[in-house]
Every structure is written in structure tokens, then in C-alpha cells.
């Protein structure tokens, strides 16, 4: 969550500083983390569980902007089609020949809007790809420990 509040990412990376920007910054690092996690078999459980956080504290928020009991499961659909279409997209960008380009493509429209600055595209593709590094760093035994220090 802290990952999520840095102002470079609302300033310099075009996110929208709002409820659906949010959103995007948020699932941007769930799906960073659970590409760390993928293919280590001691790390599923904390995948699930990261994953499973981030459909209630989604839930939360949502009740909390005021929607109602009866609109929350049809928004909480969407909002979980949406997450799982931005794995896909972002997946297939980090596994393309340009990652980088790939990225940038991949964020428009979705984490960043038309009225961002030109380069804020890059700068967020750039921003995932160090922290994917970074997150890519962190050995097994420090994430199962629960220290996920990767510095910025």
C-alpha cells in the first residue's frame, strides 16, 4: 500500500490522483508482486493472500465512496475483470521483445489517461520494470519472514 501513495506516481507518471487511479496503482503492484511470487510454489499461499487483501480493501473502499450493499458485488465484477484483463495486458508487455515500449503502450488508456503529460507513459513503464527488479531481489525466506524491503 505505501508503494502505492508515492506522489511521482500521481506527478511524474500520469496516474490520476482519484478513486479509479488509485485502482490502477494498486493493481499495478498486486500484479508486480504476484509476478514475483509466480512459479515458487512456497510463495502461492502469500499470492493468495495478497490477492484475497486486495479484493476486500477494493471492497472497502467502495462501501466507504458511499455505494450501496446492492451495487457493491456488480462493481466489485468489474473492478475484479478489470485487474484480471490488466495482468494479461502487463504480463504480455514484460514477456515482449521491448518491454519498455511494450509497457508504455499497454498503460495507455488504462493506468494513464489522455490527458497525461507524453512521456508519462514511459516514466510509469520505466517505474514498474525497476520495481519488478527490485521485487525480484527480495529473496523467498525475506517475503515468507513478511520483509518486503525493496527501497525505492
Known amino acids: 500500500m505505501a508503494e502505492t501513495r508515492q506522489p511521482k506516481l500521481y506527478e511524474r507518471c500520469g496516474i490520476a490522483d482519484t478513486f479509479s487511479g488509485r485502482f490502477e496503482a494498486l493493481a499495478i503492484h498486486v500484479f508486480l508482486f504476484l509476478r514475483r511470487c509466480r512459479g515458487e510454489a512456497r510463495l502461492e499461499p502469500v499470492a493468495q493472500e495478497v490477492v484475497d487483501r486486495f479484493v476486500t480493501d477494493v471492497d472497502t473502499s467502495i462501501r466507504e465512496l458511499g455505494v450501496g450493499d446492492q451495487s457493491v458485488p456488480k462493481r466489485m465484477r468489474k473492478l475484479a475483470g478489470v485487474f484480471y484483463e490488466r495482468v ?65
Open 88 to 152: 494479461r495486458v502487463y504480463d504480455g508487455a514484460f514477456g515482449s521483445e521491448d518491454p519498455a515500449a511494450a509497457l508504455a503502450t499497454a498503460l495507455k488508456g488504462r493506468a494513464i489517461g489522455d490527458d497525461a503529460a507524453t512521456d508519462a507513459a514511459a516514466a510509469l513503464a520505466t517505474y514498474m520494470q525497476e520495481t519488478g527488479d527490485r521485487l525480484g531481489a527480495v529473496s523467498t525466506d525475506d517475503i515468507l519472514s513478511g520483509s518486503l524491503n525493496c527501497g525505492n
